[in-house]
């Protein structure tokens, strides 16, 4: 959780808007970025804009009152940065071939069950029947129900087997992740129980399917592509049930109401983990490295393009068995002390 005296804090709160007044800062909403301007190849290597300047001045903007939102792999690609047989087809002038924009996507893949529990109060029950007055102090006084996080209890779970197969198991007691998966869910007490795996060997990618920068581009997440996540998925889902099934929770009486049916039915398991949802942590369309498939180097520079660097989490080659928020702040910082190293090895 980001919190500061019992509200949200975000990285805007904590970062740009302390920034907003300084003369170096444009910030420029509702607008929509159709490509990265590059200039003609510079030697071996091409040049995306001349000397020390703000990256609006690299790019080509028009107003969106849509507010439709970029993917970066979607615009290095609309650059004509990114698989040369893909922006072929697609009549984009290939600017440089590089083939792993847009791969290697990955997120961490959740399975939530649902259960209705009485005899205990739950945050479901007093997010649905507090006051307005109530309403508007949950959101600034920290003991409120809307200051808390979702999930009040997690774990880690590790299977014996080598390879890949660590787990996080969160239980939620609040009507905000209930409503996501199941309104209904969201008016009875109850416990959401999610899994989700938090090393997947699963791969998607971001491809554009035209050089329109409007169109929405194939998002494809793979999630149970390989027999590896599939089988995590299962084994996972199997763990919660015995968790809510255990003594320590007889006096709630849990009762599983979906999704992943009743405890007892064992081949549900392997039938539930076909609809699945994320967590909102997609990376790896950029991803960094020194192979075929890497897209940034270790300074985050593009590979082939001078002055031009990916920053977010788009760069991680592998997911982190966690949370993706604070080790993107860490990209974040890295990157700012990159640009702002004077060294012939980070020309921007």
């Known amino acids: 959780m980001n919190q500061r005296r019992g509200r949200r804090w975000s990285a805007s709160h904590a970062f740009l808007r302390p920034a907003l007044q300084r003369k170096n800062l444009s910030v420029l909403t509702g607008a929509l970025v ?29 107003d969106d009152p849509r507010r439709r939102r970029h993917r970066l792999a979607q615009l290095l690609q609309l650059s004509g940065i990114g698989k040369g047989e893909l922006l072929n087809r697609l009549q984009i002038p290939v600017v440089h071939d590089l083939p792993g924009v847009g791969e290697n996507l990955h997120d961490h893949p959740a399975d939530p069950l649902q259960y209705k529990v009485r005899n205990v109060k739950t945050l479901n029950a007093m997010a649905n029947s507090v006051s307005a007055r109530r309403r508007w102090r949950s959101s600034t006084w920290c003991s409120a129900p809307a200051a808390h996080h979702a999930a009040v209890a997690g774990g880690r779970l590790r299977e014996e087997r080598p390879g890949p197969g660590d787990a996080e198991h969160r239980m939620a007691r609040a009507a905000a992740v209930a409503r996501q998966v199941r309104r209904a869910a969201a008016c009875v007490p109850g416990d959401h129980a999610s899994v989700c795996n938090l090393r997947p060997a699963s791969r998607g990618w971001v491809r554009v399917k035209s050089a329109d920068p409007a169109a929405h581009p194939e998002i494809r997440l793979n999630y ?24 320590a929770l007889e006096k709630y009486l849990p009762r599983n109401t979906g999704p992943g049916g009743a405890p007892s039915r064992t081949r549900s398991c392997k039938r539930r983990p076909r609809a699945r949802h994320h967590i909102f942590h997609p990376v790896g369309t950029c991803k960094m490295g020194s192979d075929p498939m890497a897209v940034v180097d270790d300074e985050l520079r593009v590979h082939g393009i001078a002055r031009l660097r990916v920053i977010d989490a788009s760069i991680f080659p592998r997911i982190t068995s966690g949370n993706t928020n604070a080790p993107t702040y860490v990209i974040a910082e890295k990157g700012a002390r990159a640009i702002l190293k004077p060294t012939a090895q980070s020309p921007i």
């Open 34 to 62: 159709s490509r990265v301007r590059n200039a003609e190849p510079a030697g071996a290597r091409h040049r995306v804009f001349p000397g020390r300047t703000a990256a609006l001045r690299g790019s080509q903007a028009r």
């Open 224 to 247: 149970l592509e390989k027999e590896d996540d599939r089988r995590v998925a299962v084994d996972a889902m199997r763990f919660t049930r015995r968790i809510m099934a255990a003594k």
